[in-house]
């Protein structure tokens, strides 16, 4: 486990308002989007009832259109960006979290209009944190992350419309992914027959390590095809949206489902209705920036009990420094990030 803040007698940090840490910071000058890598103080925190000695975030496809500015990500300028955070309670005015508490936070307007995790220390408003469950380290709270939130959240949703794993192959998309890496190690290790699907061959051996039994080529997913093709899946998570998603939901089983959670490859879908009225086909929507609070728990109580104990290690094996955000960033929205990078905030 990650080694706990020290912290003075009455059991607050060593901190003061003149404590200095990096931050990236987003803002407008001039009516142009910049981000650069700044120092920071406490007393330049925005107002919350928690202060979080933020050990590590992470590096997701929305933290790359942020650092990027190749996507509209934040809302509100100025804005520290990183959507995920980890760390140690330093002060805390709220009945749910005290000083020493492992927290996490993913998403709940992190880097949108709350300001995020690649910062030190961070102020966050209570109800956006939970605590880190005992069985994982913060560096691993992260490693799992937005990324494998979601995909916990989707086989939930898979789970909810009776996919079991008698229903059939289950097809991940994007499966080289952070999504699609953690989506492909639970879905196997609840006993699922996992179809992977990526347009990178070279990572086949990391995907069977992960739990994927079989693979199907990005390019025949994405050919057109007739509104209803050959049904060949029990159900699938989706990661990349477009035609993918199109092919995935007409090969789609009676009674099957799809969780769909990404637009890497478009937000557009052009599908016909004959999938769902004919085959009783259902699509998830899957978000995890906002779910409530009682889902949040769930989700990572489910990750604390069912991700397999390799699959972290498999998924996640870069902690970098936050210097590297920039070119990080580059890699990630040009599809170059395999699985997971943890980012160590303090470097």
């Not at 794993?165 to 994007?174: H, K, L, N």
């Not at 989706?238 to 789609?252: E, F, K, M, R, Y």
């Not at 209705?273 to 699509?283: G, K, M, Q, T």
């Not at 972290?312 to 955000?325: K, Q, V």
């Amino acid at each position: 486990m990650d080694e706990k803040l020290t912290t003075q007698a009455g059991g607050t940090a060593a901190v003061d308002g003149t404590t200095k840490f990096p931050a990236i910071y987003a803002y407008q000058a001039d009516g142009a989007y910049r981000v650069e890598r700044r120092e920071m103080n406490l007393a330049e925190l925005p107002d919350a009832d928690v202060l979080v000695d933020v050990a590590y975030s992470s590096l997701n496809y929305k933290d790359g259109l942020a650092v990027t500015g190749l996507g509209k990500i934040v809302r509100k300028f100025p804005m520290v960006l990183g959507i995920d955070l980890a760390g140690t309670v330093v002060e805390s005015r709220s009945d749910l979290f005290k000083p020493g508490d492992r927290v996490l936070g993913i998403g709940q307007s992190l880097s949108e209009t709350s300001w995020g995790g690649y910062s030190g220390y961070q102020r966050v408003r209570s109800d956006i944190l939970i605590l880190v469950p005992e069985r994982f380290s913060l560096s691993e709270a992260m490693a799992i992350g937005t990324a494998g939130f979601t995909a916990m959240l989707c086989v939930m949703g898979l789970e909810h419309q009776e996919v079991r794993p008698e229903s059939g192959p289950v097809v991940v998309t994007g499966a080289g992914g952070g999504v699609g890496s953690f989506a492909v190690a639970l879905l196997a290790g609840l006993g699922y027959e996992v179809v992977a699907s990526t347009g990178r061959t070279e990572i086949h051996e990391y995907l069977r390590q992960l739990g994927a039994a079989s693979f199907v080529s990005r390019a025949e997913l994405e050919a057109a095809g007739p509104a209803l093709q050959s049904a060949r899946w029990g159900g699938g998570v989706d990661t990349v949206g477009g035609t993918i998603l199109a092919s995935v939901i007409s090969q789609t089983r009676y009674g099957g489902a799809v969780a769909a959670c990404g637009m890497a490859a478009s937000s557009e879908l052009h599908v016909s209705v004959f999938p769902f009225i004919l085959r009783n086909v259902a699509l998830l929507g899957t978000s995890s920036p906002a779910p409530p609070r009682s889902k949040r728990l769930a989700g990572w109580e489910r990750l604390a009990r069912d991700l397999p104990a390799d699959a972290l290690a498999r998924i996640a094996p870069r902690i970098e420094p936050m210097s590297r955000i920039f070119e990080l960033a580059d890699e990630i929205v040009a599809g170059r990030i395999q699985g997971r990078v943890v980012i160590d905030v303090k470097s």
